[in-house]
């Protein structure tokens, strides 16, 4: 398994300092020089199959970039002492690239027939396909008679035909059988990894069997089931290479539909921003966090002897807000202007959400990875979503009892409850996260209604969920705003929406952040070194933004001249009244000692530059 040449170079960045206009892919005749090598090793091991995972290959690519397919793969394919080769594609259809691919003499193409149709791969005629008839993204049964159509569909042209899932199992559970919690019902409609290699040698039976006069033998195993590299995050598309989305165009989307007699909106944005000013009164640069602090080994402990029957409601809710008492008590002494209750309830920011909504179960053992070593359970979205009862206000109004700082409630967003969670797929995901969207919607309202002033819906997976081609990213995106929007307008123009993104290239899809119309955006942007204030669109943006000026992701504490430069970075492209100061991200994953530290050179960091700010015209 080695990630192929294109895709390799098509994920790569150019390093700093590198000549105007040069392009990783440039390289491709040094890096093929390099698989030459490593594949002429392979075969001397004895190593009979080799496969090159190109899933770049299902993204829109242009005539550089199919002439560097071809190129490559002609190459490769025409050594002599090789193993043979697989291409692997997977998370889409191989459009334009399946015809290039065919023409070269690479003896096998893996192809995604999870969802896609078979219709085209006639042009494969010849070559062993890989058939990825099993979803490897999702936690559902297998359709065995749609499968077993692809498949015979795939033997009418293929050489050979290998039963396959459509991708790696990272993205799954491991065995339903752990699950002995689950309702039986939905039990019935599973399958985990396990279940799934299962129903691959399964198909592979029932289409060996299947009568096809003349038909070549189906091996089951030889290659393997196809297996693919991390992407960036559990359920993440592989990431479009920059140079295939940087132009995609963003469109505006219209306000979400909204039932009869429902607010349909706010007022536009200055009437707010005036409203929340006078209600709010915070100093220029306010300092805030992103929702989560510190999960300490007592708080885990105490939620484990909760599910153990060890301790009971009521001990664990004391637990809790004492937590709480000390978290509010720190920003106060800390000089943090817009507080937040620091999240100690929360486990995970979707499976919270998840376990207090209708229409989702949770599993106990279904872990699958996120990043590095971190994993999570992901829910699963099973029916339709009602929301019982509120599920955070509880938390938030105790917070804001303890203060007369006004304390923020912290939702997750519609779109990434459901990006992070395994869906139903016998309805549209835009008809999913709306029913999401309705449950959020009900929580702001409440929120507003104890007393709460500002409240912030985390959309971290917005980019996440973006279509890889460009022919759906437009529409994906207008359902997505509308959905958020949705959720966030029942709120009345002095309570401050916020919104936040992390974990992806917010700056490729800024006019849309933008038009969620949240009244301030805090966004990743130390971690990535402040790139996102050199994006001309930064400067149009047209609400509050927080720029972070913490990489939380590193146990590094930064100076407060290192915070004051990233501000004065964004002073420059922002109008001053408009900047936030807040971390990149929540502090969940820090130790109480880095965050002190980092918070207290924040909030120095603001304090430097507010004489400046107030007294500029
Ligand atoms: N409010 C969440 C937190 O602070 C946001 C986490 C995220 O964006 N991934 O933990
Ligand atoms: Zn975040």
Redesign the pocket.
Known sequence: MVIGPVTFLLLAEAAPGAPAGFAPLDRLTDVLGVYERLLATLAAEGVGWVQLDEPALVTDLGAVELAAVRAAYERLGCLTDRPSLLVASYFGGLGEALPVLAGTPVEAVGVDLAHGDPAGLGALAGKTVVAGVVSGRDVWRTDRERALGALLAVREHAGRVVVSTSCSLLHVPYDLDAETGLDPALRRRLAFADQKVAEVVELADLLASASAPGSPAVPVSAPAPVTVPAPASASDPVAVPASASASAPVAVPAPAPAPMGERTGRSPYPVRAAAQAAHLRLPPLPVT????FPQTGELRAARAALAAGELDEAAYEERVRAEIREVVALQERLGLDVLVHG?PERND?VQYFAEHLDGFAVTRHGWVQSYGSRCTRPPILHGDVRRPEPITVRWASYAQSLTARPVKG?L?GPVTIVAWSFVRDDLPLRDVVFQVADAVRAEVRDLEATGLSVV?V?E?ALRELLPLRRAGQDAYLEWAVAAYRWATSGAGDRTQIRT????SDADQILAAVDALDADVTSVESARSGARLLGEPAVKGFGRGLGPGVYDIHSPRVPTADEVGELLEAALRVLPADRVWVNPD????TRTYGQVEAALTNLVEAARRLRGAVESRP
Do not use: A, R, V, W
Request: glycine share 10%; hydrophobic share 25%.
């Open positions: 966090t992103i929702g989560s999240e920011m912290m997750t912030q985390d971290p936040h993104l992390c974990y991200c929540g502090l969940k």
